[in-house]
């Protein structure tokens, strides 16, 4: 099997991972590499076309491609290099981390640091229960953003979305603007949890129904969803019986919450903490394994992209310190 060589190797190219890669590529001679398992980097910066990203950075507000594009050519200028359609199956305890691609196979790749950016990724059906049948037209936010905004495929007629955080509320105004109907958006808390400029811009601006204190009890439909049967919670967010409504649609779209993506962390042995669902970190970034370092939603979900940038530019220039035998 054969080995490469790198003084440090950053897991996932999404926001988090090209920032540290860039920030640890200051100190030129340290050779960077970026493993990506998608074939460009960029991440979910590649499907969200609203203009809230790179206001830290870049002191403009870009949409996430350009967000994405602007990170890309920095990279390129950087001198990091980039391993794309490129799976990371484990880390080992030999400092290295064995990867698989369509053109070279199997194979090891060496460090002196690692820094872990796999980002996150959406709850599913599964992780709220909704009871009923199983039909299609039921996805993740995510999952129809991805379908409308990089394959250019219209997915649904009449949509009704459950969770009003930031991605169900810009979905809302993104599905509308495509040319469908969004029914309503049901929340379960008696607020809403994305920004109120959201909720303004996204939801009362196209007179999209906002039901708090409601949530998804019912779906109906054989080969594609037919509707969706809504109800009031309880302080307890219970269903309380006899508020039901039935609701016509032909997709339902979740935004319930995003989970960090730590299969490799926890396989690898690194402590987790149960609250983030994220490694245990240091304030130099560092995990409890000496040499591997965290950022971005891999450690906890961020809000905001702007914090993912400033602590995984931290990580990066941590790692670089930790190969070059600084303390600070």
Same mark, same amino acid.
């Given at each position: 099997m054969e080995t490469l060589t790198y003084d440090i190797v950053v897991i996932g190219g999404g926001p988090a991972g090209m920032s540290a890669a860039v920030e640890a590529a200051t100190n030129q001679s340290l050779k960077v590499l970026i493993v990506e398992r998608e074939n460009r980097l960029g991440g979910i910066l590649k499907q969200c076309i609203h203009s809230e990203f790179g206001l830290h950075v870049f002191n403009e507000a870009l949409t996430g491609? !350009?967000?994405? !594009?602007?990170?890309? $050519?920095?990279?390129? $200028? %950087?001198?990091?290099? #980039?391993?794309? &359609?490129t799976m990371v199956l484990s880390i080992n305890k030999d400092d290295s981390i064995t990867v698989v691609n369509a053109q070279s196979g199997l194979y090891a790749i060496k460090y002196r640091a690692? +820094?872990?950016?796999? @980002? #996150?990724? !959406?709850? %599913?059906? @599964? %992780?709220? +229960? +909704?009871p009923g049948t199983r039909p299609s037209g039921v996805m993740t936010a995510g999952a129809a953003q991805y379908y409308v905004t990089i394959k250019g495929d219209k997915v649904a007629n009449r949509i009704f979305i459950l969770g009003s955080g930031d991605i169900g509320l810009i979905m809302a105004r993104?599905? =509308? +603007? !495509? @040319?469908? =109907?969004?029914l309503g958006v049901a929340e379960p808390m008696p607020y809403s949890n994305g920004l109120r400029r959201n909720v303004v811009q996204c939801l009362e601006d196209y007179d999209i129904p906002l039901y708090l204190s409601h949530t998804v009890v019912g779906i109906r439909g054989d080969a594609r969803i037919e509707g969706v049967t809504v109800a009031k919670v309880d302080a307890d967010y219970r269903p309380i019986k006899g508020t039901e409504i039935d609701i016509d649609c032909d997709t339902l779209l979740l935004a319930v919450g995003l989970i960090p993506e730590n299969e490799l962390t926890r396989v690898a042995g690194i402590d987790m903490c149960e609250k983030t669902s994220g490694p245990i970190? &240091? $304030?130099?970034?560092?995990?409890?394994r000496p040499g591997i370092f965290a950022c971005g939603n891999v450690v906890q979900v961020h809000e905001f992209d702007n914090n993912i940038a400033e602590e995984s530019r931290s990580a990066g220039h941590n790692a670089a310190q930790f190969v070059v035998g600084v303390k600070e």
């Open positions: 491609p !350009e967000y994405a !594009e602007r990170m890309l $050519n920095t990279i390129q $200028n %950087s001198g990091v290099e #980039c391993l794309v &359609d690692l +820094i872990l950016a796999m @980002g #996150c990724r !959406e709850r %599913s059906r @599964g %992780s709220v +229960i +909704i993104q599905m =509308t +603007i !495509e @040319g469908a =109907t969004v970190i &240091d $304030n130099r970034m560092q995990t409890v």
